[in-house]
C-alpha cells in the first residue's frame, strides 16, 4: 500500500502525532510507502521553510517516505524553492492550499508553476480542506475549496495529472460534468457507508488514491474502509497502491 497524502509537521490549534507515530502507523497497517509534505507550510508564511524542516526529518526514511512540496504561486522566490526541492530533495508532486495560502486556482500566477510541474511530470495536487469547518477553531474558519474549482482548475492543464484531495461525499461530482480525464481523486475524506463503491462505480479504480490525511485523521479509518468496501481485490490493489506507484514514476 501507498498513502498518497500524509504530512508531519505542527498545527496550530491541537498536539497531532509526529514521524515515529506515521512510521508505526505504516509498520501496524501494512503502508510501504507515504507520500508526505508539511503540515506546517500550510501556516508558515512562507512554505519553503516546511518544506526544509520535513525535509530534514525524513532523511533517514527515503527508503519509505517520499517528499511533495507545498508551494505558493503568489509568495516571491517558489522558483527558487521548487527547484531545491526537486534537486536536493527529489520530491515527486506538488501540493496547493489555495484556501490557506489566499489564491484561487484561477490565478495567471499558476501556469509558470504548473509548466514546470508539467517538464518535471509532477501531479500536482489540490487540497480542498483538511478538517471539516464545524471542527475548527471559531476564530479562523477557513472554509474548503470549491469542488467546481478544483475541476475548472484540472480542465485548464489537461497534460498534468491533478489530484483532488478530502473531497467529501457528493463533491467529486460536482467538478464537472464530466469530470476532466486527468484529475484523480484521493479517498481521505470518504465518510460513509458504501461510498468507496459509488466512487468506483462512478469514476473507475485507475482514477482513485488511497490516503489517511495524517495526522489529522485517523491511519487505521481510511485502512479499514478500503479493506471491508465490497470491491474487486484487483481494483482495491490499484487503488492502494498500483496509482500511486505510476504518479510518483
Known amino acids: 500500500m501507498i498513502d498518497f497524502n500524509a504530512r508531519l509537521g505542527h498545527w496550530p490549534y491541537r498536539p497531532v502525532r509526529g514521524l515515529d507515530a506515521l ?7 501494512g503502508i510501504e510507502r507515504a507520500l508526505v509534505s508539511s503540515l506546517s ?36 522566490g517558489w522558483r527558487d524553492d521548487l527547484e531545491k526541492c526537486v534537486s536536493e530533495y527529489e520530491i515527486r508532486a506538488v501540493v496547493l492550499y489555495p484556501n490557506y495560502h489566499r489564491f484561487d486556482l484561477s490565478d495567471a500566477r499558476l501556469a509558470p508553476l ?14 480542498a480542506g483538511l478538517e471539516d469547518p464545524r471542527r475548527q477553531f471559531y476564530r479562523k474558519t477557513v472554509w474548503d475549496v470549491p469542488a467546481d474549482d478544483i475541476g475548472t482548475f484540472a480542465s485548464r492543464y489537461p497534460d498534468i495529472r491533478v489530484v483532488a484531495m478530502g473531497l467529501k461525499v457528493g463533491q467529486p461530482d460536482q467538478t464537472g460534468d464530466p469530470p476532466p480525464e ?68
Open 23 to 29: 512510521l508505526n502507523a505504516m509498520d501496524a497497517f
Open 114 to 127: 504548473m509548466a514546470r510541474a508539467a517538464s518535471r511530470g509532477f501531479p500536482v495536487c489540490v487540497q
Open 41 to 76: 507550510a500550510v501556516h508558515y508564511l512562507n512554505p519553503q521553510d516546511g518544506n526544509d524542516e520535513l525535509a530534514r526529518w525524513i532523511a533517514p526514511h527515503r527508503d519509505r517516505l517520499v517528499q511533495a512540496a507545498v508551494l505558493r504561486p503568489n509568495f516571491t
Open 182 to 249: 486527468n484529475l484523480l481523486f484521493e479517498l481521505s475524506n470518504c465518510e460513509r457507508m458504501g461510498e468507496v463503491e459509488a466512487i468506483l462505480g462512478q469514476f473507475g479504480a485507475e482514477r482513485l488514491l488511497f490516503g489517511t490525511n495524517f495526522p489529522l485523521f485517523s491511519p487505521r479509518a481510511n485502512v479499514d474502509k478500503l479493506a471491508r468496501a465490497d470491491i474487486p481485490d484487483e481494483d482495491r490493489r490499484v487503488i492502494t497502491s498500483e496509482n500511486a506507484a505510476r504518479l510518483l514514476g
